[in-house]
C-alpha cells in the first residue's frame, strides 16, 4: 500500500514538472492553443485599429490561430491597457500599445496597474509622425515666420488640439519650449473638429496625426508646415522637418506597439516577434503602411522596451514642465 502511494505520488510530481522539462522551443511550438484576443484600446476606425486590422490577418496565418480584435475604448486607453495588465500570461491576450500608453503614467498618478512593470514588450510595429498644418490664408508662411509672429504678439497666438494629453497637445507644448514660445492651448474632443476649425481659420495652427491631416493638406484645406519626424516623410517629401524648419529636438510620433502582459514566456514572446517582424519587413506591408504616412518598423522586444523607456522619460519632462492636467 505505501509502495502504490509512493508510486501515485512520483508520478503526480512528475506531471507537475512536464511543463518545465519540455524545451522552450517546444513550448513556443505549441503556442497558440486557442483563439487569441488582440486588445485594440481605442474606437474602431482610428490608427490603433487600422494597425490591428491591417496585422491580424497575416499574424493570424503564421500562427494558425484565430486572432480576434477587440476595441475597447475609454479613459485614455486604460481600460484596454488594463484588461491586459490583468490577463493571464500566456500570450493568448494581447495589447495594440498606443503612444498614450507611456504617457499616461504622467497624467494620471494612480491607475490600475503599473507600466511598464505590468507588461511584457514584443515589437514596435509602425511610427507615425504628426503633421503641422496651419490655416490656408495665415500670414506666417513658414516655421520661422509662424514663431517670429508668436514672440512678437506673447500670448495671443493659438493652437488646436484634440484634447488635453493628447499627442498633439504634448507635440505643440514641446515646440512652445524649444522656441520659447506663450502659445495658447485650444483643446477639442477629437482631431476632425480641431483640424475643421484650423481649416475655416477659427484656430491658426495645429499638430495632427499624419494619417488624418495629410488628406486635410492635400485637399488644401489646410497648408501643410513640418513634419515632427527625424527625415522627410516619403507620404510628403516636400514638406521639411522641424528640425531643417529651424526648431531642433522636437520629434514626436505617434505609434502603436504589440505588447503582452508581464510574465509571459520569453519562448512565446520570442515567437510572437519573429512572427511579427517578419510580417512587417515585408513591402506589402511597408507599402500599406506609407500610404498612411506611418513607418513599419518591427523591433525587438528589447529595442521595444528601450523606446517605450524614452518615451515615458521623455513625456514626463513636457507634462512636468507644460503642467499638464487631466480631470
Known amino acids: 500500500m505505501k509502495l502504490s502511494r509512493r508510486r501515485t505520488l512520483g508520478a503526480a510530481a512528475a506531471l507537475a514538472l512536464a511543463p518545465a522539462l519540455v524545451p522552450a522551443h517546444a513550448r513556443a511550438q505549441a503556442y497558440p492553443s486557442k483563439p487569441i484576443r488582440l486588445i485594440v484600446p481605442y474606437s474602431a476606425g482610428g490608427g490603433a485599429d487600422t494597425t490591428a486590422?491591417?496585422?491580424?490577418?497575416?499574424?493570424?496565418?503564421?500562427?494558425?490561430?484565430?486572432?480576434?480584435?477587440?476595441?475597447?475604448?475609454?479613459?485614455?486607453?486604460?481600460?484596454?491597457?488594463?484588461?491586459?495588465?490583468?490577463?493571464?500570461?500566456?500570450?493568448?491576450?494581447?495589447?495594440i500599445g498606443a503612444f498614450a500608453h507611456a504617457v499616461n503614467p504622467s497624467l494620471f498618478p494612480k491607475m490600475p496597474f503599473r507600466t511598464p512593470e505590468d507588461f511584457a514588450p514584443v515589437s514596435l510595429l509602425v511610427t507615425v509622425p504628426e503633421l503641422m498644418v496651419i490655416t490656408p490664408s495665415h500670414p506666417a508662411k513658414t516655421v520661422a515666420e509662424l514663431v517670429a509672429l508668436a514672440k512678437a504678439q506673447p500670448g495671443k497666438l493659438s493652437y488646436a488640439s484634440s484634447g488635453n494629453g493628447s499627442a498633439q497637445h504634448l507635440a505643440a507644448e514641446l515646440f512652445k519650449m524649444r522656441t520659447g514660445t506663450d502659445?495658447?492651448?485650444?483643446?477639442?474632443?477629437?482631431?476632425?473638429?480641431?483640424?475643421?476649425?484650423?481649416?475655416?481659420?477659427?484656430?491658426?495652427?495645429?499638430?495632427?496625426?499624419?494619417?488624418a491631416a495629410l488628406p486635410q493638406a492635400r485637399g488644401g484645406r489646410v497648408r501643410p508646415l513640418a513634419v515632427t519626424s527625424a527625415a522627410r516623410s516619403p507620404a510628403a517629401p516636400d514638406v521639411p522637418t522641424l528640425t531643417e524648419a529651424g526648431v531642433p529636438d522636437c520629434e514626436i510620433s505617434e505609434w502603436n506597439a504589440l505588447i503582452a502582459p508581464a510574465g509571459t514566456p520569453p519562448a512565446v514572446i520570442a515567437r510572437l516577434h519573429a512572427e511579427v517582424a517578419k510580417i512587417m519587413r515585408t513591402e506589402e506591408m511597408k507599402a500599406k503602411f506609407a500610404d498612411l504616412g506611418a513607418d513599419a518598423i518591427g523591433s525587438t522586444p528589447d529595442e521595444l522596451a528601450a523606446f517605450l523607456r524614452s518615451e515615458m522619460k521623455k513625456w514626463a519632462e513636457v507634462v512636468k514642465a507644460a503642467n499638464i492636467k487631466v480631470e
Open 53 to 95: 486590422r491591417l496585422i491580424a490577418p497575416r499574424l493570424q496565418e503564421a500562427l494558425g490561430q484565430t486572432i480576434v480584435i477587440e476595441n475597447k475604448p475609454g479613459a485614455g486607453g486604460m481600460i484596454g491597457d488594463e484588461i491586459v495588465a490583468k490577463a493571464a500570461p500566456d500570450g493568448h491576450t494581447l495589447l
Open 183 to 211: 502659445i495658447q492651448h485650444v483643446p477639442y474632443k477629437g482631431g476632425a473638429l480641431a483640424v475643421a476649425d484650423v481649416a475655416a481659420g477659427h484656430v491658426p495652427f495645429y499638430f495632427g496625426n499624419m494619417s
